[in-house]
């Protein structure tokens, strides 16, 4: 999953850069709300991660032209907004929820509890209750950072086990190479290399067992499908 975050102190924001990425996730900083709706626009995110104290633009008149439209998203005006801040006095989190935030964390936060509400954030897209996940006899733990087979552990990278997240949240749908890129790989990914085909030929040939047949299935000129009875 990719997320933007958008915070000016770069202390903070370099931390948040290591923390959401060691837990496996794709990160882009925006140090302002210019930049911020710069990378909207560009960038098909699956979370905003936003500061309120910017030094143009305060974090709820953010929040409040993207629910309303008055700034273009290429993830759409339902994009997930987590409002970070130091304001942690009640009118100013009952106005960060008005204003259209999905969750509202307090600084100082631990970063288990940011993790833990951004999962429970992006289950909200999926459908999905548990930070488990599974399709046939693949698991999931987003939580854990563990994947199975059935009992056998799947020794994943960082990569592959983001493009297994995506693809095991939406089982038998197509997914273009494209779109995989936009969503598991940051703004420093090369769009021109073969970094998508190779990840997923490592991830699949990880899935499959001696004899099944293979979990993610190439469809020629369009992308890659879970199948949802992955075995």
Known sequence: ????????????????????????????????????????????????????????????????????????????????????????????????????????LVKPFALAELLARVRALLRRDTGGTSAVLTVGALTLDTARHEAHRGRQR????????????????RPGRVVSAEELLEHVWDANADPFTQTVRVTVGTLRRKLTGDGAEPSIETVVGRGYRLREEAA
Do not use: S, W
């Open 1 to 104: 999953m990719r997320l933007l975050v958008v915070e000016d102190e770069e202390d903070l924001a370099g931390a948040l850069r290591v923390g959401l990425a060691r837990a496996g996730y794709a990160v882009d900083v925006a140090v302002d709300a210019a930049q911020a709706y710069d990378r909207l626009l560009v960038n098909e995110y699956d979370l905003m991660l936003l500061d309120v104290n910017l030094p143009d633009v305060d974090g709820f008149t953010v929040c409040r032209a993207i629910r309303r439209g008055e700034v273009a998203v290429a993830a759409g005006r339902d994009l997930r907004v987590l409002m970070l801040t130091a304001r942690g006095a009640l009118g100013d989190r009952v106005r960060g929820l008005d204003e259209g935030a999905d969750d509202y």
């Open 154 to 169: 799947l020794h994943l990278t960082p990569k592959e086990f983001g493009v297994l997240e995506y693809l095991m949240t």
